[in-house]
């Protein structure tokens, strides 16, 4: 399935052009677009209620048992039974956890693979039918996998560094007397980190949008790829990124801030959490569609060579110049 091309770009754009042109995207999207964030609004709620409700049961009995345990006279019947509770209720809490992150992560897959898709055959000015995009997750929903395996190990190291680094800096700072110095170079390293933290971003968005444009190239090789593509537009990546997270980061924790207020009824929490999970799902659709624009201004590629086709990624539509 090949598409043919009817939206234009002129040449190299801005971040604003890039988030024009994603928006257009969005609204010339139709059907597909609308149907993309269904799948993406109904099981993301749905998780979200499975583990509020099941997370909030299991750490509301496991606090208990905890006060209990306190109460309780160590090595007598009672706090042997107590402590064999809360190593079973430790247990299903991360038995339960886990099923959520594997079931979120997923999700997160499919929405990714089919708004990246949707949004180059769009960018394209093609069509695109909700069958044929299944038909392509299925056919390359491996590639983006495994570079999303590589991406998470690569990303959980980094965390890890980054916070050990952070903590050790202001450990230092903070138990040293007239520590100026020290405090201003811990700041320098944690600004540093989060420049750091920007370009590991930009890198990981880019090479999901690689792995599934473009076939055979995935894991390390499609982050080396999108390494390669990013240098010259490091900045504008990077100011995509603080601009998506500008509006995403405060939702979220808007989201945790409501939830957990105990002024409002349990219907009224699940009526603002409908609402606020709704805007992330379209934001987080916003932001794939911005970084498959992104990615074609990297290649360099406007938008009418583009040609999208099932299975093959993109091509350049071959230039009628010097043809007789």
Known sequence: MSTQNTMKSSGQLGVAGILIDALKILFNGGKLMASIFVFTIFPSFLLFLG???STKTLVLDLVLKIIDLQQSTPGSAEY???MGEIRSDVGILMVTEGIFIAAVWLVCLFVMIATIYASAVNYSGGDL???ELISRIRATWTSPAITWFYISLFNLGCTLLVWASLGFFFMVATGSSGSIALTAIAFMVALL??????????VSIVSLVVSVLEDGCYGM???GKAEGLIKGRRL?????IVLCGLVLVPISGFLGFEMSNVNFTEATRLRIAVLVISIICMVKIFSLTVFTVFYYQCNEIPAEEVQVQQGKGYNKVPSDEGLP
């Open 193 to 202: 980190f989060l420049c750091i933290a920007l370009y590991l971003s930009l």
């Open 51 to 53: 583990n509020h409700f």
């Open 221 to 223: 090789e499609a982050i």
């Open 80 to 82: 042997i039974e107590l």
């Open 129 to 131: 039918t909700l069958k």
């Open 236 to 240: 504008q990546g990077s100011l995509l």
